[in-house]
T-cell receptor, first 110, second 114 residues
């Protein structure tokens, strides 16, 4: 997993509650990405980071925010979770051209 | 933006046969094309990739071909084995102002039967 961990691995939350997912890497890679995976859609980019405090939006960023205060941690926040945000979330790091993914977080919003 | 289409969505082959998965992309500026294998409950794993200046790349039983003119690339798995059963994703990379991004296909579920 290229030294990537995600926490929590599973979470069930209620509509309207805030949720933060954490991605942690151990090798000081500059670029980090958050994706969501849904049936029929493959993986879609939510946000990405190109350095500490440097982030930008992906194709499905509405309802999500991110923060990166340290090289090793990239946080994804759902300010007010909705049922449409039920998904599996993957973090990735980039080494050269290649992206390597973490084990994922399964989030269910009831 | 980039759009990647992947076919077929499901593929069933007998052990020992070959499997081919095809992808097309829309943006001629895309310059890198990885393939990922995802097993149940795990994150996608990079299995092979190809850059736009190369037409074919092979690694043991898997190979990838790229046709830049037609904007399509394919994954070939020969002598399939039960452990090849998984979901496979293709992707295309394009540079942006701040970082490169991957756009993924919708996946192919490969089942290798005995």
């Amino acid at each position: 997993d290229a030294g990537i961990t995600q926490s929590p691995r599973h979470k069930v939350t209620e509509t309207g509650t805030p949720v933060t997912l954490r991605c942690h890497q151990t090798e000081n890679h500059r670029y980090m990405y958050w994706y969501r995976q849904d049936p029929g859609h493959g993986l879609r980019l939510i946000h990405y980071s190109y350095g500490v405090k440097d982030t930008d939006k992906g194709e499905v960023s509405d309802g999500y925010s991110v923060s990166r205060s340290k090289t090793e941690d990239f946080l994804l926040t759902l300010e007010s979770a909705t049922s449409s945000q039920t998904s599996v979330y993957f973090c990735a790091i980039r080494i050269g051209y290649e992206q390597y993914f973490g084990p994922g977080t399964r989030l269910t919003v009831t | 933006g980039e759009n990647v289409e992947q076919h077929p969505s499901t593929l069933s082959v007998q052990e020992g046969d070959s499997a081919v998965i095809k992808c097309t992309y829309s943006d001629s500026a895309s310059n890198y094309f990885p393939w990922y294998k995802q097993e149940l409950g795990k994150g996608p794993q990079l299995i092979i990739d190809i850059r736009s200046n190369v037409g074919e790349k092979k690694d043991q039983r898997i190979a990838v071909t790229l046709n830049k003119t037609a904007k399509h690339f394919s994954l070939h798995i020969t002598e399939t084995q039960p452990e090849d059963s998984a979901v496979y994703f293709c992707a295309a990379r394009i540079n942006t102002g701040t970082a490169s991004k991957l756009t993924f296909g919708t996946g192919t579920r490969l089942q290798v039967t005995l």
